[in-house]
T-cell receptor, first 113, second 116 residues
Framework: DTEVTQTPKHLVMGMTNKKSLKCEQHMGHRAMYWYKQKAKKPPELMFVYSYEKLSINESVPSRFSPECPNSSLLNLHLHALQPEDSALYLC????????????FGEGSRLTVL | AQSVTQLGSHVSVSEGALVLLRCNYSSSVPPYLFWYVQYPNQGLQLLLKYTTGATLVKGINGFEAEFKKSETSFHLTKPSAHMSDAAEYFCAVSDRPSGSARQLTFGSGTQLTVLP
């Protein structure tokens, strides 16, 4: 069983909807990540939070808005998405200063109609 | 800057045959290296990692990899393929960590098919 939990597993939304993806970890990690993955491609980094502060934003469009309420939770708020944003969204966590190993959740499959 | 090259986007082997997935890296500092596996519609699971010490690393499910600095390689092997090994495999590299969150740079992935 994964120690990084993502909800929902599947999400279908229209282009005018507002929805959120949620991620939770209880490993005491202080770094959390959002990745976007298209079919047959490697994960693409979107955001990194380190000690609850946004440390990396890989030029992601503003229709994606991350939030880290505390060290265990990471949200990704979605608004006015485009069909090309349909993808698997992966959350991961790690411990800063460690070997850099990331622990991944099982992902949220997003479909934008 | 660091990068990872996985040779062969698709590899097919017969059940019971040797599995060899190739990974070469580029890094300005001694790297940390990882192999992840991804089954359909799932997240990435760590197979094994090289940090320091022994260059032959053993992982889960019978996989192992050898770090060869002179060849800048970290190829993944398994002596005998099983049908359940069919999945996407990603090689990744990370800089030596400091106190901040580290990033992984992923290769493009290799789809392994196991034939009966």
């Amino acid at each position: 069983d994964t120690e990084v939990t993502q909800t929902p597993k599947h999400l279908v939304m229209g282009m005018t909807n507002k929805k959120s993806l949620k991620c939770e970890q209880h490993m005491g990690h202080r770094a959390m990540y959002w990745y976007k993955q298209k079919a047959k491609k490697p994960p693409e980094l979107m955001f990194v939070y380190s000690y609850e502060k946004l440390s990396i934003n890989e030029s992601v469009p503003s229709r994606f808005s991350p939030e880290c309420p505390n060290s265990s939770l990471l949200n990704l708020h979605l608004h006015a998405l485009q069909p090309e944003d349909s993808a698997l969204y992966l959350c991961a966590s790690s411990q800063p200063g460690s070997t850099g190993e990331l622990f991944f959740g099982e992902g949220s499959r997003l479909t934008v109609l | 800057a660091q990068s990872v090259t996985q040779l062969g986007s698709h590899v097919s082997v017969s059940e019971g045959a040797l599995v060899l997935l190739r990974c070469n890296y580029s890094s300005s500092v001694p790297p940390y290296l990882f192999w992840y596996v991804q089954y359909p519609n799932q997240g990435l699971q760590l197979l094994l990692k090289y940090t320091t010490g022994a260059t032959l690393v053993k992982g889960i499910n019978g996989f192992e990899a050898e770090f060869k600095k002179s060849e800048t390689s970290f190829h993944l092997t398994k002596p005998s393929a099983h049908m359940s090994d069919a999945a996407e495999y990603f090689c990744a590299v990370s800089d030596r960590p400091s106190g901040s969150a580290r990033q992984l740079t992923f290769g493009s992935g290799t789809q392994l098919t196991v034939l009966p």
